[in-house]
């Protein structure tokens, strides 16, 4: 055996987005290299732990699992039970410390100690089924993507105790940026650490391990007591990689239940969001044609039937609108679901929309970037985005039937009540698109993930960072002051003003969520030369009636943006005639201007 590539327990192991979704890196890796003529085996051992622990109390788990969801998967999560197995001495050492972590969110020290015993017994079975490959392999590699790190580090140490000899490989977010030289120092059952894509790392390094050709890329490595970081190397073409290849009878689950992961590209083509790391994973933009995508989807119908269920995975699936608009048309009749997808707010009009309408059933709603309706907040994110967009994408997508969900941050670095004004107030005026059954709105913190520039540069964003992430400061005496890309503790240094405002937003989306649609409501209709428009809020109507060059200028802005400058030379009319009119649809609370008030969007919906 050339390769063998194991996928170890994610933290959020029920969801089905973890539970029912096969690992691509390990299914691109074995298909990649079997067409190099490697001999490789993938193990997909976070599909297995779910029905593994449901041999056990339910009722345990299930408490377990909902408390430290509820929490946060920082706070007590899977990955801190298989830690407290990787780390033995020190989890002793801490059990008045992790007793007062346990308490505080109403977990006990026997639920803990009883999932602790799950996933120790797991790892054994697991190993078992290495154990027949292991002996002839040449390169073990670990996917570590989800916070699954801990249970990664232990089973590699298992495989090390025994076969020292053996090159183990890591790679994946949990171990991308700074960390992984920390990594690297610390955990001697790591030889290579892979900080960009597997495709080309681990061919090249295969190739150093058989012939000693000295090509190696991608890499972090020991060698004579120092720490190398190899030459950085672009991944290959998308376009001309195999599909990913998976052993479907080795899954759990039935095909009808599996969630395949598919790649309509990598990488985001923005990487500037001042909240994001993905700079520091090396990751090559690109993107896959319309009809490269619909082969991968037939690939999968060859394959069977059954093969219905996809997660669309890529940083910002939007980075050619072409591309999207033409797959509907090549993937016509194939009855596929989907279950997430992310997209790019500023990508985003009406004709992607409705494309995107059209692949197929929508299970669940896809991501759209929106984090605020504050446009100096939007700059402090550096998101490449306007508040004026945000509302057009929304008003589309809730025009159109479109299934989206969005996050909105409740507290931010450099948050001011300024910006906390400006977002309660846009969204009070698009209330009425916000409660369309098929837009979803999740209030919720801001994390600071390291490699993110909120991270390297806290003086500049105002907050005060913990030398130690969570993880170090729950072990008493742990070797790292890291570990994975788990949320360092911070503070605000406005930080009692950044909690009334997370405060407020959360009760502003919950209030907007309890209204009743059908007495918030914003409308439009022609009839002749009239406009009407009947505005209502909380059950108050106001009609208003509009003709001639009024009603032409806001029927202008009824899909898109509309530009006043380019609207003026458009009709012949007057830049301070139009802007007059626009403040007076302003007053009335019909249209939203951008906050240079250049240009506007009209809010009224058509009946």
């Known amino acids: 055996m050339d390769f063998l590539f194991i996928s170890m327990p994610y933290a959020r192991f029920i969801s089905r987005w973890f539970a029912n979704i096969p690992n691509i890196n390990l299914g691109m890796i074995q298909s990649f290299l079997t067409q190099k003529g490697k001999k490789v085996k993938t193990f997909h051992f ?10 056990f109390d339910p009722k345990m788990w299930e408490r377990f699992l909902f408390q430290t969801e509820q929490s946060g998967i920082e706070f007590m999560g899977l990955d801190y039970v298989f830690a407290s197995l990787l780390f ?9 410390l992790i007793n007062e972590r346990l308490n505080s969110i109403n977990i006990n020290l026997t639920d803990f100690l009883n999932m602790r015993q799950i996933a120790d017994s797991f790892i054994e079975t697991e190993f078992n089924k290495l154990m027949p490959y292991i002996p002839n ?10 916070y699954q790190l801990s249970s990664s580090l232990i089973m590699a140490k298992k495989i090390k105790s025994l076969y020292p000899d053996i090159p183990i490989i890591f790679g994946g977010k949990d171990c991308s940026g700074n960390f992984a030289f920390e990594l690297i120092k610390h955990m001697d059952c790591i030889d290579y650490i892979g900080i960009a894509e597997c495709e080309i790392t681990i061919e090249n390094l295969l190739d150093y391990i058989e012939n000693g050709n000295n090509n190696l890329c991608n890499l972090i490595y020991k060698a004579e007591g120092q720490i190398i970081s190899s030459p950085i190397k672009p991944n290959l073409s998308l376009e001309y990689l195999p599909f990913p290849s998976y052993d479907f009878n080795d899954f759990p689950l039935p095909l009808n239940e599996l969630i395949l992961p598919i790649e309509f590209g990598r990488g985001c083509p923005w990487k500037r969001c001042t909240f994001c790391p993905d700079e520091s994973y090396n990751i090559k933009c690109q993107s896959k044609s319309a009809e490269r995508i ?21 940083s910002d699936t939007l980075k050619k609108k072409e591309t999207i608009i033409a797959i509907p048309q090549l993937i016509n009749n194939k009855n596929l679901s989907f279950h997430y997808a992310e997209f790019r707010a500023e990508r985003m009009d009406r004709e992607v929309l409705n494309a995107i309408l059209h692949f197929g059933e929508w299970v669940s709603n896809f991501q759209i970037g929106i984090e605020t309706f504050s446009e100096g907040l939007l700059k402090l994110m550096n998101k490449g985005v306007t508040v004026l967009k945000n509302v057009e994408v929304i008003k589309s997508a809730a025009e159109l039937g479109v299934p989206i969900q969005f ?34 709105i999740f209030p919720g913190e801001f994390y600071l993930p390291a490699d993110c520039p909120v991270f390297d540069n806290p003086e500049k964003f105002e907050i005060t960072k913990s030398k130690k992430n969570i993880f170090a400061l729950l072990f008493e005496e742990f070797p790292m002051s890291s570990y994975s890309n788990y949320p360092f503790p ?21 209030t907007i969520k309890k209204k009743d649609r059908e007495n918030n409501y914003m409308r439009y209709d022609e009839n002749g030369d009239k406009l009407f428009i009947t505005l209502c809020r909380d059950g108050i109507k106001s009609n208003f009636t509009f003709s001639g060059i009024e009603k032409h200028i806001y029927i202008t802005a009824t899909e898109n943006i509309q530009d006043i400058d380019a609207l003026s030379s458009t009709i012949g009319v007057s830049i301070n005639e139009i802007k007059s ?15 240079d008030r250049k240009s506007f969007l009209s809010l009224a919906t058509k009946v």
């Open 88 to 96: 033995n001495d020190k989890f002793i050492k801490s059990q008045k």
């Open 490 to 510: 911070y503070s605000f240094n406005n930080d009692e003003e950044q909690y009334k405002m997370s405060m407020i937003i959360r009760e502003t989306c919950e």
């Open 137 to 146: 392999t040449k390169l073990v590699g670990f996917s570590c993507s989800h």
């Open 46 to 55: 976070h599909l297995d732990f779910l029905p593994y622990i449901k041999k």
């Open 407 to 440: 996050n909105l941050f409740t507290c931010y670095p450099g948050m001011k009540e300024e910006h906390l004004i400006e977002n309660i107030k846009v969204m009070y005026t698009i209330q009425h698109l916000l409660l369309y059954d098929n837009i979803q």
């Open 294 to 314: 619909s082969e991968e989807f037939g690939y999968y119908k060859n394959i069977s039937r059954d093969l219905n269920n996809f997660f669309i995975l890529d």
């Open 581 to 595: 009119i626009i403040n007076n649809f302003e007053h009335k609370g019909i249209v939203l201007l951008s906050s």
